[in-house]
């Protein structure tokens, strides 16, 4: 498990996945990040790659080729490794494998920045082509579950989400 910590915040991310497992405001002792709950969903905060979604049959063809891919791919099962770290910053990286390659026959590099800054999680998507001579076809999403109501004096309509 990475931590990154400033003065504000403390955050856990896991090399499975990328995925954020928590988010903390230590002050307060609040939790942002849903913590799973198999009951409901069991997730943290997926990322969501090489598709957003779910395919018709769980597959699709390329170049007359019919390839298995389950919903939202296979990036929040993968094995990331860590890149870059320090107090704030963590930089993780996977690419594509043989495996990868019998459900998704293109050659990549996915590379996750989460960053703090004050009391904001920063998160960079890249995607990298490894063979620029052919195409490649992916969309890339993030799926984080929140904690609300964070507090019994609040409910949910008293909450937003950002982006920029």
């Known amino acids: 498990m ?9 955050v856990s991310v896991s090399t499975k996945g990328a995925e954020l497992q928590s988010i903390k405001n230590p002050a307060e002792g609040i939790e ?4 799973g709950d198999t009951a409901f969903w069991g997730r943290k905060a997926p ?3 090489p598709i957003v979604g779910r395919l018709k049959n769980d597959q699709y063809s390329y170049k007359g080729i019919s390839y298995p891919l389950n919903q939202h791919g296979f990036a929040r099962d993968s094995e990331f490794h860590v890149e870059e770290q320090t107090a704030t910053m963590v930089r993780l990286t996977t690419h594509s494998t043989p495996e990868t390659k019998t459900y998704y026959p293109f050659d990549f590099q996915l590379t996750l920045t989460y960053t703090l800054e004050e009391n904001t999680v920063n998160v960079s998507y890249l995607v990298k082509n490894t063979h620029p001579s052919e195409e490649l076809y992916f969309s890339i999403g993030g799926h984080p ?8 004096d609040t409910t949910f309509e008293d909450y937003y989400l950002s982006f920029y």
Not at 2 to 10: K, M, V
Request: glycine share 4%.
């Open 2 to 10: 990475i931590t990154l910590q400033n003065d504000q915040l403390t």
């Open 47 to 49: 990322v969501l790659f």
């Open 145 to 152: 579950g929140f904690n609300v109501p964070m507090t019994s």
């Open 32 to 35: 942002y990040l849903w913590q």
